[in-house]
């Protein structure tokens, strides 16, 4: 599985875009890219996934260039509520890793008002 | 709400005992998945079940065990508990594990404390 390298931290301020660059050098070509989001105590959620160009949904971009080797995961907007650890993940989630996620250290991002 | 359920939400117990966590998957999901979160190893694969039958396996310790029941619920069985072994207990459920992209959605957790 591919490693991931992310900034341990990042500090933000409410209504500020938030851009978290993970790098992955040895990404396969059947990897996919995700990337949750954690609070305290609770479980990792969903945010967005995507296996090259840019992806979009409600919440967040997934930007991802043509090599492939990193990706940014863009918050547009931040609120404190935002305040969470963000883990990149890289891997072949549905196929022959059988969806073995490897969950790196993550980036601790603090919005501050 | 990711449609997950763990069971129970804390769970004290001493050294040498041995307890069982319980996950529900989220309606119509065949995968499930259990994880071990500790403050100095972080987010940890353990094992994956895929529609009864174990499918990938992690860092799981041969003191724990899991299993996939016909109706599609988990539990894994932990046992010769350790301090160690605190830590936060999360199961996800995905889907399947086919050739495409399978989102994972994970539960509140259990968080075990052995003392």
């Known amino acids: 599985l591919a490693k991931t390298t992310q900034p341990i931290s990042m500090d933000s301020y409410e209504g500020q875009e938030v851009n978290i660059t993970c790098s992955h050098n040895?990404?396969?070509?059947?990897?996919?890219i995700t990337w949750y989001q954690q609070f305290p105590s609770q479980g990792p959620r969903f945010i967005i996934q995507g296996y090259k160009t840019k992806v979009t949904n409600e919440v967040a971009s997934l930007f991802i260039p043509a090599d492939r080797k990193s990706s940014t995961l863009s918050l547009p907007r931040v609120s404190l509520s935002d305040t969470a650890v963000y883990y990149c993940l890289v891997g072949d989630i549905g196929g022959t890793s059988y969806g073995k996620l490897t969950f790196g250290q993550g980036t601790i991002l603090t919005v501050h008002p | 709400d990711s449609g997950v359920t763990q069971t129970p939400k804390h769970l004290i117990t001493a050294t040498g005992q041995r307890v069982t966590l319980r996950c529900s998957p989220r309606?119509?999901?065949?995968?499930v998945y259990w994880y071990q979160q500790s403050l100095d190893q972080g987010l940890q694969f353990l094992i994956q079940?895929?529609?009864?039958?174990?499918?990938a396996k992690g860092n799981i310790l041969e003191r724990f065990s899991a299993q996939q029941f016909p109706d599609l619920h988990s539990e894994l069985n932990l046992s010769s508990l350790e301090l160690g072994d605190s830590a936060l207990y999360f199961c996800a459920s995905s889907v399947a594990g086919g050739p495409d992209t399978d989102t994972q959605y994970f539960g509140p957790g259990t968080r075990l404390t052995v003392l």
């Open positions: 309606s119509g999901d065949l995968s």
């Open positions: 040895n990404i396969a070509t059947n990897d996919y």
């Open positions: 079940y895929y529609n009864g039958e174990e499918r």
